[in-house]
C-alpha cells in the first residue's frame, strides 16, 4: 500500500513539473521572413513570453537594436494573433494565424503585415 502512495505522490509531482515547463503556446523566439508585394524580403526575429498575469509581450529583432512590442493581442479560439510595434520604418502590424500547436519544432505563424507603407505577407517559425 505504500508503494502504491509512494508511486501516485510522484506521478503527481513529476506530471505538474512536466506540465509547468511546457509552457504558452507563443512563447519563444520565432523566425521568419517579411515579403512585401513588390518581393523585397526582411528577415526578422520575435521573441515572445508571457506575464505572471497571463498577458504576452514580447521583442522584435531582440538585442542592443530591439524594439518592444506595444500591443500583443491573441484570440485563443482562433488562434489569431496581431502584433504591433514601432520600428524604425514606421509602425508594424503583423495579422495572422498560429498553426501546428502540437508541434515543438513546427509551429508557425503566418499572414498579413504592414511597415509603414510597405504591405505583404510574413511567416515566422518557432526555433
Known amino acids: 500500500m505504500l508503494a ?3 508511486l501516485l505522490v510522484a506521478a503527481l509531482v513529476f ?3 512536466a ?3 511546457t509552457g504558452h503556446p507563443i512563447k519563444g523566439s ?3 521572413n517579411l ?3 513588390g518581393g ?3 528577415h526578422m526575429r520575435l521573441l515572445m513570453a508571457n506575464t505572471k498575469t497571463g498577458d504576452l509581450t514580447g521583442s522584435v529583432n531582440p538585442g542592443k537594436n530591439g524594439v518592444t512590442m506595444t500591443k500583443v493581442d491573441l484570440a485563443a479560439d482562433t488562434w489569431t494573433l496581431i502584433i504591433n510595434a514601432p520600428l524604425k520604418e514606421g509602425a508594424l502590424v503583423l495579422t495572422g494565424k498560429v ?3 502540437g508541434s515543438w519544432t513546427n509551429r508557425k505563424y503566418t499572414g498579413t503585415y504592414t511597415l509603414g507603407s510597405q504591405k505583404g505577407k510574413f511567416e515566422f ?3
Request: hydrophobic residues 40%.
Open 99 to 101: 498553426s501546428n500547436l
Open 125 to 127: 517559425r518557432i526555433n
Open 30 to 32: 520565432w523566425s521568419g
Open 4 to 6: 502504491r502512495l509512494l
Open 35 to 37: 515579403t512585401a508585394d
Open 40 to 42: 523585397a524580403v526582411t
Open 15 to 17: 506530471g505538474a513539473t
Open 19 to 21: 506540465e509547468a515547463q
